[in-house]
T-cell receptor, first 114, second 117 residues
């Protein structure tokens, strides 16, 4: 079983709809992240959380919100989706205790907003 | 200014040959980490290799090695004995401590590697 899972894997929605992307991990990591990837660009950080009570904005947080329901669960919401939020979304986890704080990614969610 | 620059949008390599993917970075912080990730056509991001700024030796992981030249601020990925399964996008990334204490990860735009049989 994958250590970091994302649901759904693909989603097509319409402008103005509320969307939630979910991420779960079994790695036991405290740190979790949400990124988006657009064609021709690298990944950009949306939000990150270092523990259940810690939520921080990343580079491109406008139009997004997150919830850290438990150590293993971190969800991303688009309150009112717009077409330029069409992208590939990744969840990632890391563990500073391991030393390198390497981030491990989920399989991604491909979101299309019409 | 770009924190991570990958100047090769696409690269080709013959199967079983070695290939170097370039990455330069920009930071004034003495403590940072450099990462390479592989993204196959299926879309997932796979961690390949890590180099810390204080590491004296170049990192190696199987057929992957990182040519770390600190003075030049470069962290090139070398893949030896290329295989068809190495065809993918490769991303260089840097982690540096932000003012908030967070270890943000900055990605380059990637290099698409194609291995030719």
């Amino acid at each position: 079983d994958a250590d970091v899972t994302q649901t759904p894997r693909n989603r097509i929605t319409k402008t103005g709809k509320r969307i939630m992307l979910e991420c779960s991990q079994t790695k036991g990591h405290d740190r979790m992240y949400w990124y988006r990837q657009d064609p021709g660009l690298g990944l950009r950080l949306i939000y990150y959380s270092f523990d259940v009570k810690d939520i921080n904005k990343g580079e491109i947080s406008d139009g997004y919100s997150v919830s850290r329901q438990a150590q293993a669960k971190f969800s991303l919401s688009l309150e009112s989706a717009i077409p330029n939020q069409t992208a590939l979304y990744f969840c990632a986890t890391s563990d500073l205790v391991a030393g390198t704080d390497t981030q491990y990614f989920g399989p991604g969610t491909r979101l299309t907003v019409l | 200014a770009q924190k991570i620059t990958q100047t090769q949008p696409g690269m080709f390599v013959q199967e079983k040959e070695a290939v170097t993917l370039d990455c330069t970075y920009d930071t004034s912080d003495p403590s940072y980490g450099l990462f390479w990730y592989k993204q196959p056509s299926s879309g997932e991001m796979i961690f390949l290799i890590y180099q810390g700024s204080y590491d004296q030796q170049n990192a190696t992981e199987g057929r992957y090695s990182l040519n770390f030249q600190k003075a030049r601020k470069s962290a090139n990925l070398v893949i030896s004995a290329s295989q068809l399964g190495d065809s993918a996008m490769y991303f260089c990334a840097m982690r540096e401590p932000a003012q908030t204490g967070a270890n943000n990860l900055f990605f380059g735009t990637g290099t698409r590697l194609t291995v030719i049989p």
